[in-house]
């Protein structure tokens, strides 16, 4: 596969309990782009992101992300890979910090204390010490995006990450994904916020019906 591409998606599909969701998706990222990929809600875009992450397999097809397979190779893809649900999945009892902290330790960061700081100002999260469960729903975003990026992935899929968040917050992810384009790694993120495209998409999909129906520069085109 090209050298070029650091996500990449062919012929993929994927049913559950006989209900296909995704029919032959075809769909590459480039190193260094961010893709917008916008569907209605149940049109399979946090299907297509799973399989990306290697968190779930295709039915059928071959997806690749940052150089490995994600379904024969799904350690060295999640090693490589950031994800961030659109659920902020943390532990709610531990604090943002100590969340971020061990997710870099569970990636073998450099320094995960350090790094963790780094991120906790980067993402301007308050009351970093505190449980998460006491934290608002934003604040909690922001440090789930901020533990996905944590040891610097090659390829970065987020789901809806600028849902629940403040201007303030979604100025900070719109300067994180500048920044990651910057550094070389590929974005495909699913979002409901075409306004956030602007400046920000390489490239535009949309995901109807189970396959990609349109890519390309995003227009309103793309808003299902």
Same mark, same amino acid.
Not at 118 to 124: A, G, R, S, Y
Not at 170 to 174: D, F, L, R
Not at 187 to 199: E, F
């Given at each position: 596969m090209s050298n070029r591409h650091s996500i990449i998606m062919e012929n993929v599909s994927k049913s559950y309990a006989g209900r296909r969701v995704l029919d032959g998706v075809d769909l590459k990222v480039e190193k260094g782009q961010t893709v917008f990929l916008f569907g209605d809600n149940g049109s399979g875009k946090t299907s297509l992101l799973?399989?990306?992450a290697a968190l779930t397999k295709p039915t059928g097809g071959r997806a690749e992300t940052a150089g490995a397979d994600t379904a024969k190779s799904a350690g060295d $893809?999640?090693?490589k890979t950031g994800f961030a649900s659109h659920e902020d999945c943390l532990y709610e009892d531990l604090s943002a910090r100590a969340n971020i902290r061990f997710f870099c330790a569970l990636q073998k960061v450099a320094d995960p204390a350090r790094r963790a700081g780094?991120?906790?100002?980067?993402?301007?999260i308050a009351r970093p010490d505190v449980p998460c469960r006491e934290l608002s729903a934003g604040m909690k975003k922001r440090a789930s995006i901020a533990r996905a990026v944590a040891h610097s992935p090659e390829a970065v899929l987020l789901d809806e990450p600028f849902s629940g968040l403040d201007r303030a917050g979604?100025?900070?992810?719109?300067g994180l994904l500048r920044r990651l384009n910057a550094g070389g790694a590929a $974005?495909?993120?699913?979002?409901?916020?075409?306004?956030?495209?602007?400046?920000l998409a390489d490239a535009a999909a949309l995901l109807e019906g189970g396959v990609i129906a349109r890519y390309g520069a995003f227009s309103e085109?793309?808003?299902p």
């Open positions: 799973k399989i990306a $893809v999640r090693r780094e991120l906790i100002d980067m993402f301007e979604g100025a900070i992810v719109s $974005v495909l993120l699913s979002t409901h916020r075409a306004d956030r495209a602007p400046g085109e793309f808003l």
